[in-house]
């Protein structure tokens, strides 16, 4: 009895450390004289789309972003691979959408595919897949009711109307009794990686805005152009290194892998290229 409680008793601290191994995404801290989300999102009304997508590539990648997104959310599921057998996989997911800003003054920001492929490489994040998207609304601590708007022109495309649907978001977490670093969904569409990757190199693929019930209104889609952004889309990183059965690995190497890419994907192929290719300028 006391070789198994000592046998225990040493494994155990072993068994945290292991669990805990992951390397924290590389997000800088953020300058105190940065500016807040609301002076961002109001200097960036007149710009061109491609000036915009480098503003906002710039302030993300200097620390210009709420502390809690800096403190991942630690999601542990079992999930199964192609041949059936059965995985525990331990990954770190932000709480939140990517948003400019402090602690008191943010904004969540839509952007496109590429520039939150250039985000992720920075901070050594992945963006997720639609099977991830679910199991994140699965496990949200906040879930909100998606707030649609009614396209008019271009409307929706608008840095006006990415504030007005963060003010929505904001009002309707208030009013659930949400707080900052829950994890919270139901608020956005995310864009995901996929096999339709490969199929349209041009094309922003998108999934989620999960409805209360826990279906999503926006099934896969890749009808978009990679330059539209509207207000419903946005980038919500896992970290790319994960925890696959008390190893470390990574979230691209598990997809890519004929018989683990099950564990992330609910696709039928595992996927040859995991992550937007950015274009060369």
Known sequence: MRSRLFLFFFLFPLITFAQSSIPSLKIPERNPDAETGSAFMKRIIPLELEERE????????????PDFLRNPIRLKANFTDSLGQSHELIYEVMPDYLAVGSNED?????????????????????????????????NASVKLDPFFYKPVGR?????????????QIEKQKKEANGQN????????????????LVEGTDRVVIYGWHKLDGNPIQPVYSGHVDWYVDYSHSIRLVNEQVMLDGKTSTFSKILSDPILFKLLSDETAPMTQTRYQIPKR
């Not at 409307?155 to 003010?167: D, R």
């Open 54 to 65: 480098e503003e906002i590539f710039k302030a993300l990648a200097s620390g210009n972003m």
């Open 155 to 167: 409307e929706n495309e608008s840095v006006e109307k990415f504030i007005l649907h963060n003010s």
């Open 181 to 196: 670093g829950q994890l919270i969904a139901g608020i956005k569409k995310d864009v995901i990686l996929s096999n339709r």
């Open 106 to 138: 943010y904004c969540r920001i839509p952007m496109n595919p590429y520039t939150a492929q250039r985000l992720a490489d920075v901070f050594g994040g992945s963006l997720i897949t639609a099977k991830i998207s679910d199991h994140i609304y699965e």
